[in-house]
């Protein structure tokens, strides 16, 4: 009869759990915890539009990107979304 290690039989027992925890994860609905958790970032469809910017608008939606950390484009759509969403 052969003997397994113990360091094999660990390893798959750790591998077992592990394998157990996900089975469990998968087959719960996590829904509710990601809406009291706040932290979901719904996306939505998006389409490509052109606008035409001046090279000077340009420059200055970059420098607001640097500070930001994102790109013109990225910086460009959260400017225009709080403008959009605020309240006049």
Do not use: C
Request: aromatic share 4%; glycine share 6%.
């Amino acid at each position: 009869m052969k003997r397994r290690s113990t360091r094999k039989l660990r390893m798959k027992n750790a591998v077992s759990a592990r394998d157990a925890t996900l089975r469990s994860f998968e087959k719960r609905d996590l829904g509710s915890d990601i809406n009291a958790a706040g932290t979901a970032v719904i996306v939505r469809p998006q389409r490509p539009t052109s606008i035409l910017l001046s090279d000077e608008l340009k420059a200055q939606l970059r420098r607001r990107g640097e500070e930001l950390g994102v790109g013109y484009q990225t910086a460009a759509k959260m400017i225009l979304s709080r403008y959009v969403n605020a309240k006049l």
